[in-house]
């Protein structure tokens, strides 16, 4: 049976082409011009993080939730920015499952269109998630929810052009990776500054080095070439090495995108079929006293969205355990589903494995051609399982701002400076 084939795009080009584009460049932008637009878009996205929510309480940002899974994606509860690059990282998820999978031909004409209707189902998202988000404050009226509504559409509208811009070359790196490691930076940073947390700095510090050892760590990937004449005596072999960091990116930054997803989705239903033994299942959710919204207080959503402490493993054991499963097997499967879907992808995958190989005669330890993509997916669950295994001792350890956070930027960074410095969309697959 012939392999199927995916559909083609061309009927959708109208809908692609409906909002307006940012032009590439003719020529190639000079490096000094790129580190200007990636300080202006810094300048501005900053900016948007620190403007309060016009006619909104701000008080409702004192407690947040979703802190840690807010950092990772460099959303700031309660501001303009309250959203991050949230939107783009579905975006990209989506992008890579139909491609992936083969929902879609990967032809250059279809990539083109994809492109344009990642950009719309974006402005789509940047307006409906907000609404979710202004309606599960409860003690905002109905003109204050629209106004914040609009605000954070405005916003994440904002970033979305920016991460065109960027992409188009005329930055260093696409949004994601850009405004993440930035907002995790500046997190710790003006934490350190504050009364209280002198005595963490030590401990985050070391946790710090920690991540960075771990950079540029390399699993050999022997594989064994078949002979070209059944007279070849001598079998060779192709020494490639899985570089681990490009698949530390996935459990790092999609994990806590989807735990947000269903936060949020767990809660809205609770607002509407709290009495259905189901959603019940899913999460049960309480007015927080510290704040204008409601909180986790059991279901999956309590064992997702709460990262245990000491303090909490000794109050409940039971939810810390579980907290860990689900942590550890759930970083080491999203891990494993991201490198299927990146298998399409060329520049992800000369990242991961390397264009450069060398050729030695075979070795015991090699393994034949057709088993190759089943060793990258053992190692890409170990390398989950170790991001969920990290997010847990900097939970243990009260590290200053996240260690998802601190993960993702000490990745990025390096990626991004070994590979050269090169690459103007950023080495992480999207």
Known sequence: MPPMRGINLFRLRPLAEFLPEVQSPTEDVPFRRKVVYTAGSLVVFFAGSQLRLYGV???MAADDPLFWAHTAYAGNFGTVMSLGVFPLVVLEMAT????????VNPTVENRIILNGLQKLLGMLISV????????????????SAILASLQISVGSIVVIYIDEV?????????????????????TIFWKALRAGV????????AFFLLILNLQGYRVPLP?????RSPDQETRFQTNHYINISYLAYAPILFQATIVSS???????????FGENKLVNLLGKWQRSKGFGGFIPVGGIAYYLTTPPTLADVARDPVHACLYAALLLFGCGL???????VCIHSRPYMNWLIGDQVSVTPVQDDSIPLSQWARRVFMVAFAVGFCVGALTLLAGFMGVIGSGTGIMLAVTVMHSYFDSGASSGIGPIGL
């Open 96 to 103: 890579h499952i139909l491609l992936g999978l083969r929902a």
């Open 57 to 59: 309480d701000t008080t």
């Open 334 to 340: 999203v891990s494993m589903a991201w490198f299927r």
């Open 128 to 143: 409906v998630m907000p609404v979710g988000i202004a309606l599960s404050v409860t003690h905002l009226g109905m003109g």
């Open 223 to 227: 594989v064994r070439r078949r002979p």
């Open 166 to 186: 960027l992409r188009k070359g005329y930055g260093l790196l696409s949004a994601i990776p850009l405004f993440t490691t930035a907002n995790i930076c500046a």
């Open 198 to 205: 002198h005595g963490k700095l030590a401990e985050t510090f």
């Open 262 to 272: 269903t936060y949020l989705f767990s809660q809205h239903l609770y607002m509407d």
